[in-house]
C-alpha cells in the first residue's frame, strides 16, 4: 500500500521569510487528501496608524512646578497607561459626575467591573491608574477626581512610592496636600483612608517601611474630622507582616478574595458617612423584652462624669486620648452625640472611627438593672476595631475579635458582619456567649448598675439593644 505526501506551495504566504509550505495531514488510514489553500491577499493591507496622543491626559516632561514632592514614572509603558486611562476617564466623566470615587493606583484600578457588585446600590467612580506615585495623583487629582463634584473619595496610594524609594515623610505630604485639595472643594465632603496594603521585601516593600509609612498617614490625618482611616494593613497581614498568598498571589495585587475582605472592610464606615445600608432597621423585640435603643435618637443615654482616675491615665505616653465629662449630661431626643462619636443612624447605634487613632468613651442608659437579666444586642466591627460593653460596671472586650482579640479562635465569628451578644446575669455573675459561643462564663458584676458602650479604636455599631428583666 502506497501513501502519497502532497505539498502545495501558497503563493504570497511567507513566514519568517520563507516560503510557506503546507502540508497534507492523513484523513483516515491508507488514506491522504491534499489541503484546500486559500488565496493570497492581493496586496499588503495598509499599516494602522499610531492612536493620537491628547496632550490633555500626558505627563508633564519635567517635574518643574509640579505640586508635592517625590517621584513622579515617566518609562515608557507608564506613560501610555496614564495617558489612555485619563482619556477614558474623561470620556465617562458626565455620567460618573457625584460618583462615590475610588482613587489610586493598580490595586484601586483592578476592582474592575466588580467594584459595582461590591457596593450594591451605590454609583461608584474607578480613577484607579497602574503604577501611580502620589505625586503623579495629585497632579491629576482636579481633572480625574474633583471635576466630578464627588460625593465621597475612597483613597489607597503609596506602595509605588515605596518601590521608588521614596520616605515615608514625602508620601504622608503628598496625601496631606491631596485631602487638603479635597477640602477645599468641598469641606463636607467625607474621605476615606485606607491603610497601604502589606507587599513583600521581595517587592521593594518591606514591612518595617509600610508600617513606617502608615504612622506617618495616622499622625498627619490626626487632626483631620473629614477623614475616616480604615485598617486594612492589620487586615491583610500575615504573621510576619507581609501579604498573605492565598489573597496576594503576585504578593502586591489582592484576588477575588482580597478584594471581597477589602469591601467588607469598607462597608460600616460607607454605611456610617450615608451611602449604604439606608434603610431603617425593622426590628421588634421577642416577648418579655425591652429596647434600650429606640433605633432613631439617643433617648435613655447619657455621658457619666469622668472618674480621677481616667485623665491620669490618658497622660501615660502612647495611652489614647479620654475625654473629660464633668457632669452627667443626656441626650434624649438627639440623633448624636456633641462630639459625633456617637450617631443613632436607621437602627445603629454607631461608635465612629476617631480622628485621632484611639479616643476612650463609654456611653450609658440612665436606667439601672438591678435584677437579673438577659441582654441581646449586635454588633460590627471595622477591621482591629476596640471597643466594649459594659455590665453594670465591668467590661466585656467587644471587638473585630480574630483580629484584635482576646478570642481570637472563635468559629462562628463574622468579621465585617453583624454578630449577636448574649448576656445572661444570674446572682452577680455574667454568662456570655458571641454567636452560640462562650466567651465568659462566670464574669462577676455588681449587684446593679447600667449597661455601657465604648469606643476606643476603629468604628464599632450596635443594633437590636434589648433586655429582659426576671422578676
Known sequence: MKIR????IVPGLIF??????????????????????????TAEPEATAAPTKDPRYEIPATDEGLPGAGPIRRAAWFQSKWHDRRKHFASNEAQEHGALVFFGDSITEGWGDRMKDMFEGVKVANRGVSGDTTRGMLVRLDEDVIALDPAGVVMLMGTNDLEEKADAATIAGNVKLIVDRLKEHNPKMPIVLCEVLPSSPTKSRPVEKIKELNKAYAEAMKDETQVTMIDTWTLFAGDDGNAKKEEFPDLLHPNAIGYGKWAGALRPALATLGFMDTAPDVFTPEEGFVSLFNGHDLTGWRFVPTTEKDPAESKKKGAPTW??????VTFDGQTETPDGRYVAKNGRLIVTTPHEGRRLQ????????????????????????????????????????????????????????????VIT????KAHCECNGEVLEDHLKVPETGPIGLEGDRGQMEYRRIRIKEGS
Open 5 to 8: 505526501l502532497l505539498l502545495a
Open 16 to 41: 519568517g521569510g520563507e516560503i510557506g509550505l503546507i502540508r497534507a495531514q492523513t484523513a483516515a488510514p491508507a488514506q491522504v487528501e491534499a489541503v484546500e489553500s486559500k488565496p493570497a491577499p
Open 323 to 328: 475625654p473629660i465629662v464633668e457632669k452627667e
Open 362 to 421: 463609654q456611653l450609658w442608659t440612665t436606667k439601672e438593672f438591678p435584677k437579673d437579666f438577659i441582654l441581646k444586642l449586635e454588633f460590627r466591627a471595622t477591621p482591629n476595631a476596640d471597643s466594649g460593653v459594659y455590665i453594670r460596671a465591668p467590661q466585656l472586650q467587644c471587638r473585630d475579635y480574630l483580629l484584635a482579640g482576646p478570642y481570637k479562635k472563635l468559629e462562628q465569628y463574622k468579621a465585617a458582619d453583624w454578630n449577636e451578644l
Open 425 to 428: 446575669v444570674t446572682d452577680s
